[in-house]
């Protein structure tokens, strides 16, 4: 299994950036795609953004599609988000996960963005 540390959460004002990173380590980083999710207090866990194992293909939802970008260093086993143009509908508790072959998945244990208005 993965061991997978998020950080660069915090509390920010709208229209402001900050940088996420998502340290893997216990296999192969490159094996593995990566992703973001989001979880808001009452809301369901909602995709946000990942990126292949070789970093070529990203995707995006649409809600946040132009204002975060997704990258990865498998040099030193981590991935980013880099979230900019931050609204308070952004606020969430963040997750990295890494997968591979669709099953083998592991989570991150989440950091907390706020966005204030």
């Known amino acids: 299994q993965v061991q997978l540390a998020e950080s660069g959460g915090g509390l920010v004002q709208a229209g402001g950036s900050l940088r996420l990173s998502c340290a893997a380590s216990?296999?192969?980083?490159?094996?593995?795609?990566v992703g973001w999710y989001r979880q808001a207090p009452g809301e369901k866990r909602e995709f946000v953004a990942a990126?292949?194992?070789?970093?070529?293909?990203?995707y995006y939802a649409d809600s946040v599609k132009g204002r975060f970008t997704i990258s990865r260093d498998n040099a030193k086993n981590t991935a980013y988000l880099q979230m900019t143009s931050l609204k308070p509908e952004d606020t969430a508790v963040y997750y990295c996960?890494?997968?591979?072959?669709?099953?083998?998945?592991?989570w991150g244990q989440g950091t907390q963005v706020t966005v204030s208005s």
């Open positions: 996960y890494v997968v591979r072959f669709g099953s083998d998945i592991s």
């Open positions: 216990g296999r192969t980083f490159s094996n593995y795609a």
């Open positions: 990126i292949s194992r070789s970093g070529d293909k990203s």
